[in-house]
């Protein structure tokens, strides 16, 4: 492996891992970033946020967590497929794409495994379930993203054969 490939294909997925553990610690508890939403979501949506009650804003704050714990796993999913279609190997985009999603739906695995040794957190089944959509969903957009890209250059084929 090059030094030029490790820092453009495996570099990103191992900082995005990183990511994903550090917010797996203490520091990204409920406790540690409420404080951090109700400033946000008072910034973007302020007038709809100060009618809202104690437990609908705790609602929402549930939502936009789960949908970080989403989000989280569609990027390294996206990464994951980038880096193992670029691979030694080559994968073709579907066992890319099998690939980074078992391997996204592990890590959630071992995601919430360390978070049973952190007091502040707690493990949950559906959390991996989330990130294991999210993952799929990552494995869908670049899908999608590939599908769209050969249809588009089939297109200008057939437009420079006069079709």
Not at 42 to 66: E, M, N, P, S
Not at 75 to 100: D, K, S, T
Request: hydrophobic content about 50%; charged content about 20%; glycine content about 6%.
């Amino acid at each position: 492996m090059t030094v030029r490939r490790f820092f453009r294909d495996i570099f990103p997925v191992i900082c995005w891992l990183g990511v994903i553990f550090f917010l797996s610690t203490d520091n990204g508890s409920a406790e540690h970033t409420n404080s951090f939403l109700d400033e946000h979501l008072r910034l973007w949506f302020g007038g709809v946020i100060a009618h809202l009650t104690a437990d609908q804003l705790d609602t929402l704050h549930y939502c936009v967590r789960k949908a970080a714990h989403l989000t989280e796993y569609l990027i390294l999913a996206v990464l994951l497929v980038r880096a193992i279609a670029r691979g030694r190997a080559g994968a073709r985009p579907p066992r890319a794409a099998v690939l980074a999603w078992c391997f996204a739906t592990v890590y959630a695995m071992t995601d919430e495994f360390h978070q049973r040794f952190v007091s502040s957190r707690t493990p949950k089944v559906t959390d991996v379930m989330i990130d294991s959509v999210g993952a799929l969903l990552g494995v869908a957009l670049v899908a999608s993203i590939l599908f769209l890209r050969r249809k588009a250059q089939a297109r200008k084929f057939a437009a420079a054969l006069g079709g």
